[in-house]
């Protein structure tokens, strides 16, 4: 029994002690891969796909694309401008309008986002 309790001891000193040379620190573990590079290869899918379907007039899925990007990165300007460009295209001029605001409330110095946003704000004033 003694026997068994001084083993328990040793091997319980031996886990505890880190790895490598005494003194030197334990090496730190691979950082995991970061959350945005995951992101950005969704948010880029997800953006081609809606382009894809705009172009082949499948509006609603091009819409719905849009959406869900916007669920994983809900301050991106050109996604809320690539919105508004489709429901241009589907006649809602009012909420294209407010998603080119939003655009702009995001785009930061980028004068072309800005311009293209305006645009659409224009072309849905000039449609009421």
Do not use: Y
């Amino acid at each position: 029994m003694k026997r068994f309790f001084l083993l328990t001891i040793f091997l319980a000193g031996c886990a505890a002690r880190p790895p490598g040379p005494a003194g030197e620190p334990p090496a730190a573990p691979p950082p995991p891969e970061a959350p945005a590079v995951k992101e950005n290869v969704a948010i880029a899918g997800l953006m081609e796909s809606a382009r894809n379907d705009a172009a082949a007039g499948r509006l609603v899925q091009a819409a719905a694309s849009l959406e869900r990007a916007l669920r994983i990165e809900p301050r991106n300007p050109r996604l809320w401008h690539e919105l508004a460009r489709v429901r241009v295209r589907q006649g809602d001029t009012v909420q294209a309008a407010n998603l080119a605001a939003r655009s702009n409330s995001f785009a930061g110095n980028d004068a072309q986002l800005r311009a293209a946003n305006q645009a659409i704000i224009e072309q849905s004033r000039s449609v009421r």
